[in-house]
């Protein structure tokens, strides 16, 4: 006899595979003496639901979430089912080139979407859901325009993508590309600096249909040995044939593409294997990166060879970065790296700039060397030499930019697990870095936590900065031994010091989401408690004043009288472990 608390659990656990459901199902009616006929019966008739309440438990809607506007003035809620539906399980995987596609839509498969947006005023908590959207749409990638008036998302249809807008004044959303947006790898569109037209990657009206796989291979598969070394870690979902290569060219296939808010479309440059198209703050320039042959059965499409080049806003040259080869000899180590310019991108505080880092030891960990990593910097009109900025000791690990006297360079060492930040001056290369932190990557509890950024007119993000760039405001987990307790402080940049400004107190669980008005000590916050769902509050900081501007259900009322308790104990070899009990009601 099965159980009906055993059914359940099988049930919910394959929630997400229907397939191994019914098969799961099937034997368990054989294995109660059921009759083939019965049998026939239960798999014909549909899918086996539990009761009602289990039903309502697992397809109750998470809380929804927000992104605030560059003008902190407006939000947008999205709202999301909590699982994806059938249709969406279905639909059709291409697993090439370490990559894994929807077929179909030209875009990534297994991905969660949008149901719904809405805007919403923070002053006066004001709604306004977006008109205009298909029944049952699937929203992606929502992005504020840098003046704040609007927002882009990605629209998924049965048979392709599109690129969207919505008005906040209206809040009418309207199509502005035909269902061709590739998004097969990165970001599918970039807003343009004056929030008036957007860089995007559209696949070709004539492409054809996708290719084939032949019943007999038209040529054998040659590997080449060239006699020297080459390990190489195991990856899944690589190129295994011709076949497999010519359908990721297929589907990496596109053009750079500038799109107005009238939907009007003007190609930029050649047809290619786009990767990546990013404006430059300024608006005059945009970095694009083409991936080419030779491709390897041996590591993913992230280590294939690829072009980064600048091009005007008209699709004309400007400047090649670096036309990288086959990164195929990558040494096997945590901090390893391939040669050669990586993390190619535009300074967010300038505005035509390029940054880049280069490994000094050949991206080899074992090797010795003083400097690993060294920091790269080349503005616009891209002619002479760059500028280095920084040499560090470890790994580079990402810079934040504040403006020509402040940015964060941070650089780590997987081994040792030290985590560094420097503070450098991006005018002032020639300058003497700074150390601000000095941590060990796994101490939470001395975690200082991330500067706060805001956006800039252009719409990139900078460090937020007080007192005339003399301090920055740390946002973090607050790790420690009763728990996670977020907090907000202030960095003195002269003294390397904090001032706590707010830290989260039980029986709440409070997080600070965004900056709203530093002069006033606004924040936004995200609260909840035990018996309390998460829902968002404008903080004051200097009063405590608290006021919520979101008052969303708690999506599983059944559960609240079921309780939770923290159980701690030592195992006999004297290590101290925990444990959460949950006990019905």
Known sequence: ?????????????????????????????????????????????????????????VDAPPTPSVRVDPNKRWMVLLERPNLPPLAELSQPELRVAGLRLNPRTNGPSRRSHNTNIIFKSIADLSERPITGLPENPRIGNVIWAPDGRRIAFTLTREAGIELWAAELETAAAKSLTPPRLNAASG????????????????????????????????????EENIGKKRPARTYQDLLKNQHDAAAYEYYMTCRAVHVTLEGKTTALGAEGLVNRAGPSPDGKYVLIETIHRPYSYLVPSYRFPRRIEVWDIKGKLVHRVVDLPLADDVPIGFAAVPRGPRSVGWRSDAPATLYWVEALDDGDPRKEAEFRDRVFMLPAPFKGGPTALISLAFRYGGISWGNG??????????????????????????????????????????????????????????????????????????????????????????????ERLWRSEAPFYESVVSMIDAEKGLVLTSREAKTTPPNYHVRNLRSGDLRQITYFPDPTPQLAGVHKELIRYKRDDGVQLSATLYLPA
């Open 1 to 57: 006899m099965v159980k009906t608390k055993e059914v359940l659990q099988v049930w919910i656990s394959e929630r997400r595979r229907p397939c191994a459901l019914v098969s799961v199902c099937a034997v368990l009616l054989v294995s109660t003496g059921a009759s083939t006929a019965q049998t026939k019966t239960a798999l014909t008739s549909g899918y086996r639901m539990p009761p009602k309440a289990i039903v309502d438990l």
């Open 187 to 222: 970001s599918a569109f970039r807003w343009m600096p004056d929030s008036r037209a957007l860089i995007c990657r559209l696949t070709s009206t004539d492409r054809g249909t996708p290719p084939v796989a032949p019943n007999v291979p038209a040529a054998p598969i040659v």
């Open 405 to 498: 006297q402040l940015a964060l360079a941070s650089e780590s060492w997987w081994e040792t697990r030290k985590r560094r930040t420097w503070i450098v001056k991006p005018d002032a290369p020639d300058s003497e870095p700074s150390l601000l932190f000095d941590l060990s990557s796994e101490d939470r509890y001395n975690d200082p936590g991330r500067p706060l950024t805001r956006r800039t007119p252009a719409g990139t993000s900078v460090l937020l900065t007080a007192d005339n760039g003399k301090a920055l405001y740390l946002s973090g987990r607050g790790a420690s031994p009763e728990g996670d307790r977020p907090f907000l402080d202030r960095l003195d940049l002269a003294t390397c010091k904090t």
